[in-house]
């Protein structure tokens, strides 16, 4: 595992309980959508690489009763969170797996009907051989369906604000380029989808972020002064009060076409 990627999941081990409790509730719109987007798909298992605490299992388990549901993820702390959601459903074929997301083991190859994630992508080290490994491990007429925060969420907001107080911008250039390699797997959606979400204040919005968030990693990084600095440029340039935004996400929906036997086979 490389240094960053060991560092991104001892961030998520520490943020896991908080995220689950302050996080989880404003993401729901977008692990909706990514559910619902996913539209008819044949049969086999459905992933969900970068699973988190797997907020998107319920709805999977609705969509898709008695099919085998499986979540990966690389931080011990949001795969025990993940395990205690999946206990509390009766579904006798969910599995949670502590692995590596960005490049999937071999066993899923070609398998899938499905394959959801949501707000992992981007925090990957290399999204472009993720969604390739992705794709791969879909079955003929399976699909993607792909949420992920991009380089340019929102124009303002504390995403905007965060982002102007850290003062280096991340490397956003593989998002031009992460459709390119897919082979023959048909793009069927390709947009922004924006919902409101809410925040008692800026100074809760930080140390959510801080302490229950991507930005634990950060901290984990630079240490505690370093984040006090920030947190008080960040409260002192945000607005008072209640503060609602609108962050924009790219939604991505790709099939897995069947291969010219399979659509040559005669319908009755």
């Given at each position: ?138 079955t003929s007429g399976g699909r ?57 204040d800026a100074a809760t919005y ?41 962050p924009r996400a790219r939604l ?17």
């Open positions: 595992m490389t240094e960053r990627l060991d560092r991104v999941a001892r961030g998520w081990d520490e943020a896991a309980d908080g995220y689950e409790q302050y996080f989880v509730p404003r993401f729901a719109a977008w692990v909706k959508t990514a559910v619902g987007a996913i539209g008819g798909v044949p049969d086999g298992p459905v992933l969900v690489p970068c699973c988190g605490t797997f907020p998107e299992l319920e709805l999977l388990v609705e969509r898709f009763p008695g099919r085998e549901l499986a979540g990966i993820d690389l931080s011990g702390g949001m795969v025990r969170r993940a395990r205690e959601r999946a206990a509390r459903l009766d579904h006798p074929s969910v599995q949670v797996v502590q692995a590596d997301a960005s490049s999937l083991d071999a066993r899923w190859s070609g398998l899938c009907a499905a394959v959801v994630s949501v707000f992992g992508l981007q925090q990957l080290p290399d999204p472009e051989a993720a969604i390739r490994s992705w794709v791969g491990a879909l993607m369906c792909v949420v992920y925060w991009p380089g340019e969420t929102e124009d303002d907001g504390p995403f905007a604000l965060l982002g102007k107080v850290i003062g280096e911008r991340s490397d956003y250039s593989w998002e031009d380029r992460l459709l390119a390699d897919l082979g023959e797997a048909v793009i069927e959606r390709d947009e922004l989808v924006s919902y409101p979400m809410t925040h008692p930080f140390d959510a972020a801080d302490h229950a968030g991507p930005m634990r990693a950060l901290a984990l990084a630079r240490g505690d002064a370093y984040i006090a600095d920030l947190r008080a440029r960040f409260v002192a340039d945000a607005p008072a009060g209640e503060w609602t935004h609108h991505i929906v790709v099939r897995k076409p069947l291969s010219r036997a399979e659509a040559a086979r005669p319908t009755s």
